[in-house]
């Protein structure tokens, strides 16, 4: 058993504690919103009333964030008031520049470290599916790993600080592209007077063959439980893609890597969530994509 303080007890960081819990660990969370920290003790985590005191007997810490700058201010919160050797791990979604500035928070605090983001959604976080995606040594690795293994059933390691956040990103705009992709199939089919099912069954079996298609088809009909059957509820809604969007862009920029697709995917994921669409599923866009002017 491992006493682990949980920051960040919203839609994704309430259920993953729950798992911890579950899984025999000692937990205490702390949520600045109470409506969060609520729930959470609903599903059976202990909570705290501020992040130092969820951090006074932790030995290992996770953070369930928004944004680098809320990972920023937390850690340098932890970084004061942890005990020595206690091992941080951040599974937020945040750009990979913050990622590496945190490391570097936790190790001039001489603190072992790990960026771990997730991909599974808030239905694998309830379930404990969540694939995690980890930077760091290979030390931090092997000690984060037995404590991520109680809320996901894939543990990558991907490299050092930083590579967890660039993994999840890049497979994120893989994600965005191939919906569009997928979307644009879909549309244009229609207009050709091609069934859904006709396409479908040539395109999942042939070369046009990818995840937004044969898991997440944004049509109804041929994959019964893509939320394309659930009028778009998400899933994975828009903001948050373009959020993730955004972020590749922010790397491509920094790194000078050329990601033209992944530009007008960010753009028309903009333009998607600025239509009222910010928490429609994201494959809801093929919506978007019949009425787009050429
Ligand atoms: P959320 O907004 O539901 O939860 C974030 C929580 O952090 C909120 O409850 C907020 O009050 C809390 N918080 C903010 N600043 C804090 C602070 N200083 N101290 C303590 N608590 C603080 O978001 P979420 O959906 O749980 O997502 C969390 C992260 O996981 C994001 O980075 C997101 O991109 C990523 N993610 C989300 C999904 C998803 O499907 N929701 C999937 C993969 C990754």
């Not at 005191?53 to 369930?64: G, I, K």
């Not at 979604?93 to 570097?104: F, G, L, N, Q, W």
């Not at 771990?116 to 931090?140: Q, Y």
């Not at 395109?203 to 019964?224: D, E, I, K, M, R």
Request: with cysteine; aromatic share 4%.
């Amino acid at each position: 058993m491992t006493s682990i303080a949980f920051i960040g007890l919203g839609n994704m960081g309430a259920p993953m504690a729950a798992n911890l819990a579950r899984a025999g660990h000692n937990v205490i969370g702390f949520d600045l919103s109470e409506e969060s920290r609520r729930e959470a003790q609903a599903m059976g985590v202990t909570v705290a009333s501020s992040t130092p005191e969820a951090l006074r007997d932790a030995s290992a810490v996770v953070t369930m964030l928004p944004a680098g700058r809320h990972v920023r201010t937390v850690w340098s919160q932890i970084a004061e008031a942890a005990r020595p050797g206690t091992l941080l791990i951040d599974s937020s979604t945040i750009d990979v520049e913050s990622a590496r500035a945190v490391h570097a928070i936790a190790a001039a605090a001489g603190l072992p470290a790990v960026d771990a983001p997730v991909s599974g959604g808030t239905g694998g976080a309830k379930a404990a599916t969540l694939t995690f995606m980890v930077g760091g040594t290979a030390e931090a690795f092997a000690a984060a790993r037995p404590i991520l293994e109680a809320m996901g059933k894939k543990i990558v390691h991907c490299g050092d600080a930083g590579a967890g956040q660039a993994a999840k990103i890049c497979n994120n705009m893989i994600l965005g592209i191939s919906m569009i992709a997928v979307g644009e199939a879909f549309a244009l089919g229609e207009k050709l007077g091609l069934s859904h099912q006709a396409l479908f069954d040539v395109a999942s079996t042939s070369s046009g063959q990818c995840w937004s298609l044969t898991t997440y088809c944004p049509v109804p009909g041929p994959v019964p439980t893509s939320p394309a059957n659930n009028g778009y509820k998400p899933g994975f809604a828009a903001e948050l893609m373009l959020k993730d969007l955004k972020l590749a862009q922010d790397a491509a920029k920094a790194t000078g890597a050329a990601t033209p697709l992944g530009e007008q995917a960010a753009d028309l994921y903009a333009r998607f969530t600025a239509e009222g669409n910010a928490g429609t599923d994201f494959s809801g866009i093929i919506a978007m994509l019949r009425s787009a002017k050429p």
